[in-house]
């Protein structure tokens, strides 16, 4: 029994700002990257309940199920704020959250968590076959991703993923295999 999971990358804020709570999620201009028609066929499809990945799975044109578990990492009271913000108001919390996965300056949840959320979530999609869109954050697709790779926790800030960029996870029922798209290369003029 084989699952092939396409996990498309959920548009960034127009604002650099950590997502969630009120925050309006205005999309970067020009983010809308074509996905191939023939790419977003499945017999599931699945989002995260934040506004931003609603906002893209719709501009995508799915008619998709919410997955509260694909929800964006939760970033406490760094929510709505830039990174040059929480670098002056508070550089050790900063520090430590960059640096230590099970850190939590922000009172919101741990790089650890998201990993044992995303992690338990794509646990129970092995029992699935065919295939599955799921429409997520960048935080929840590299906690994805280092789970099929087997990775460590420290090794999540070294994954950056583009807004609609995608990547393929497949299941034999037993483990996970991450799968990339291929990509032509062009040829230097």
């Known amino acids: 029994m084989t699952h092939r999971?396409?996990?498309i990358c959920a548009y960034r804020p127009k604002r650099p700002v950590f997502p969630g709570g009120d925050i309006p999620d205005n999309i970067e201009d020009g983010a809308l990257l074509p996905i191939s028609g023939s790419a977003l066929r499945g017999e599931r499809f699945w989002c995260g309940p934040d506004p931003i990945t609603l906002q893209s799975a719709t501009a995508l044109g799915l008619d998709i199920d919410v997955q509260p578990e694909l929800a964006e990492m939760d970033f406490g009271s760094?929510?709505?704020r830039t990174?040059?913000?929480?670098?002056?108001?508070?550089?050790?919390g900063l520090r430590a959250w960059t640096v230590e996965p099970s850190a939590t300056p922000h009172g919101g949840e741990s790089v650890e968590a998201?990993?044992?959320r995303?992690?338990?979530w794509l646990a129970g999609c092995t029992t699935l076959s065919g295939r599955t869109i799921a429409?997520?954050?960048?935080?929840?697709?590299?906690?994805?991703m280092l789970h099929a790779l087997g990775a460590p926790a420290s090794s999540f800030r070294r994954i950056d993923i583009e807004p609609m960029s995608s990547v393929t996870l497949v299941s034999d029922g037993r483990r996970w295999i991450m799968?990339?798209?291929a990509q032509a290369v062009g040829r230097s003029a």
């Open 5 to 7: 999971l396409l996990m």
């Open 78 to 80: 760094w929510r709505g």
């Open 83 to 92: 990174l040059q913000d929480i670098a002056q108001s508070d550089p050790d």
């Open 114 to 116: 998201l990993l044992e």
């Open 118 to 120: 995303v992690g338990t």
């Open 135 to 144: 429409v997520a954050p960048g935080s929840v697709i590299k906690a994805c």
């Open 179 to 181: 799968r990339l798209p």
